[in-house]
């Protein structure tokens, strides 16, 4: 086990209300694993990631990475990182300095990082770009760039926040193996939030039910399917719409 929470509550204190985002929230993910958390809009699913990515800190419960408290990692040390919803790459920089932009802020940046930043530009199919600007790649590449991105850091655990959400479906398709493909390539562990059913069927491994606010797990259901097989090709699978059915039934009813 990699990343573990337990019974973790979160409550957001404003200057004239309280809202409690997250209760009791218990769930682990395996080294390597691709976890999915699905739940209703504005259920706390974003928060869960902020949790995670230390950018906010439990009101009760505990966060473990490999078995020591989250809380203990500060800085440049920190252990996981958030790929945002939107690509957030900077646009008067070219594709290969967005890539290198962690390790330059964290004043890390060296020779390796540039040897890396161009190996993982040149695996992904982005090598020609490197000297282009945001403005001109497609939006699935502007996505590659900032999961390359967020991949300089080499993060223990990488966090995506609905990250598909700006593409257009077809885009969505593709961006989504290529995201596959590189996280699994990478052998990163992951953890997806969307509100997108399909999307998390095709793409993890097992996925996190969240009821709505305060979100607590409604179930973890393992998808049982060959891990060879692309989203894409997933989706083509004959056990692929009896678990959106069943995760459709848990939102539905709660
Ligand atoms: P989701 O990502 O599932 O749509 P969020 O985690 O963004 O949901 O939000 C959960 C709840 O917490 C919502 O009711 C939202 O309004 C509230 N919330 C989110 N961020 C803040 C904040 N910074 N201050 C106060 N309330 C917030
Ligand atoms: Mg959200």
Same mark, same amino acid.
């Given at each position: 086990? #990699?990343?573990?929470?337990?019974? %973790? ?6 200057? &004239? ?8 929230? =218990? ?7 691709? %976890? ?9 699913? =974003? =928060? ?27 800085? $440049?040390?920190?252990? #996981? ?5 939107? &690509?957030?790459?900077? +646009?008067?920089?070219? #594709?290969?300095?967005? %890539? ?6 964290? $004043? ?10 161009? +190996?993982?530009? &040149? @695996?992904?199919?982005?090598?020609? !770009?490197?000297? @282009? ?8 590449? $502007?996505?590659?760039?900032?999961? #390359? ?11 995506? &926040?609905?990250? !598909?959400?700006?593409?257009? !479906?077809? =885009? ?13 390539? +990478? ?11 399909? +999307? ?27 891990? $060879? ?14 678990? !959106? ?10």
């Amino acid at each position: 086990m #990699i990343l573990s929470l337990q019974g %973790v509550t979160f409550t957001y204190q404003t200057r &004239d209300a309280e809202t409690k985002a997250v209760e009791d929230m =218990t769930f682990s993910v395996e080294e390597g694993e691709f %976890v999915g958390i699905v739940g209703p809009s504005g259920c706390g699913k =974003t =928060t869960v990631l902020n949790l995670l990515a230390g950018l906010e800190k439990p009101s009760d419960g505990e966060i473990t990475l490999r078995g020591g408290p989250l809380s203990d990692y500060r800085g $440049r040390e920190y252990p #996981i990182a958030l790929m945002p919803q939107h &690509d957030q790459l900077f +646009e008067w920089r070219t #594709i290969e300095k967005n %890539v290198l932009l962690g390790p330059e802020i964290r $004043r890390t940046k060296g020779e390796s990082h540039v040897r890396r930043g161009r +190996e993982l530009l &040149d @695996k992904y199919g982005l090598k020609e !770009f490197a000297g @282009k600007h945001p403005s001109e790649l497609s939006g699935g590449m $502007r996505q590659r760039a900032a999961l #390359i991105r967020t991949l300089m850091t080499d993060p223990d655990v990488l966090l995506l &926040d609905e990250p !598909f959400s700006a593409l257009d !479906f077809q =885009t969505r398709l593709k961006v989504c193996d290529d995201v596959h493909a590189i996280i699994k390539g +990478e052998k990163k562990t992951a953890v997806l939030v969307s509100h997108d059913i399909s +999307e998390s069927i095709s793409l993890c491994d097992r996925i996190v039910v969240l009821s709505k606010r305060p979100a607590h797990v409604l179930e973890v259901i393992t998808i049982d399917c060959d891990k $060879r097989l692309s989203p894409l090709k997933r989706r083509e699978s004959g056990s692929f719409s009896n678990y !959106f059915e069943k995760i459709w039934r848990l939102l539905e009813d709660k």
